[in-house]
Nanobody
Framework: QVQLVESGGGLVQAGDSLRLSCAAS????????IAWFRQAPGKGREFVAA????????NYADSVEGRFTISRDNFKNIVSLQMNSLKPEDTDVYYC???????????????????WGQGTQVTVSS
């Protein structure tokens, strides 16, 4: 089992950058693909980015491609999301999640992720 805790959210202005972190507990962290999702009030979760076990494969939503970068450090059990050129429409609660399908998949399907953190709020003002 893996416990996930997000941090790094905050209030920034459009064009600014933020770096989110997802800290994991559990010795098997390196065997889970990890993804970031985001959710606005009253809406479903939206896929943002995912990274494979070793970090060799990544996947991004079109809306963040070229602005966000996902990375991981399996020695420190941390997955990071570097967010640059932030826009007001990036305002959401951001969640990290571990893929529990048993394969090294960087999919965008929410149902494949069985472990979730509590979320961190990102607010981008115009």
């Amino acid at each position: 089992q893996v416990q996930l805790v997000e941090s790094g959210g905050g209030l920034v202005q459009a064009g600014d950058s933020l770096r989110l972190s997802c800290a994991a507990s559990g010795r098997t962290f390196s065997r889970y693909a990890i993804a970031w999702f985001r959710q606005a009030p009253g809406k479903g979760r939206e896929f943002v980015a995912a990274i494979s076990w070793t970090g060799s494969t990544t996947n991004y939503a079109d809306s963040v491609e070229g602005r966000f970068t996902i990375s991981r450090d399996n020695f420190k059990n941390i997955v990071s999301l570097q967010m640059n050129s932030l826009k007001p429409e990036d305002t959401d609660v951001y969640y990290c999640a571990a893929n529990t399908e048993g394969f090294d998949l960087v999919t965008s399907y929410e149902y494949e992720y069985g472990y979730w953190g509590q979320g961190t709020q990102v607010t981008v003002s115009s």
